[in-house]
């Protein structure tokens, strides 16, 4: 793991950055701060796997900014179904 994503703040109840977790990487997608971002997108280009994880969290998980991540994945050449139904952050939470 590179020390960035290890250090991220949004990461404070673990002990280590697992990416093969699924609950990391969905923190990591919605508290991360840019430099985690801006690694998990180099990390992404190469990783069909880590591609296929972010679009099915994305899909599946509310997360702030989910169209983020979805122009991310279109970026890298994935398909992205702009009219998926996603998770309303906002219904999910108190705020």
């Given amino acids: ?3 960035r994503i290890d250090r991220s703040r949004a ?3 673990r002990q280590d950055a697992n990416l093969e977790s699924d609950e990391t990487l969905a ?3 919605d508290r991360g701060e840019m430099t985690v971002w801006r690694e998990l997108y180099r990390l992404a280009r190469t990783d069909v796997q880590l591609r296929r994880r972010i679009e099915r969290i994305v899909l599946n ?3 702030t ?3 983020l ?3 991310a994945l279109a970026s890298l050449g ?4 702009w009219n998926a139904p996603i998770p309303d ?4 939470t108190t705020l």
Wanted: proline share 12%.
């Fill in 1 to 3: 793991m590179t020390n």
């Fill in 11 to 13: 990461l404070w109840n």
């Fill in 27 to 29: 923190q990591l997608l």
């Fill in 61 to 63: 998980v509310p997360l």
């Fill in 65 to 67: 900014m989910p169209h």
């Fill in 69 to 71: 991540w979805l122009a």
């Fill in 78 to 81: 994935e398909p992205v179904d």
């Fill in 89 to 92: 952050y906002f219904q999910s």
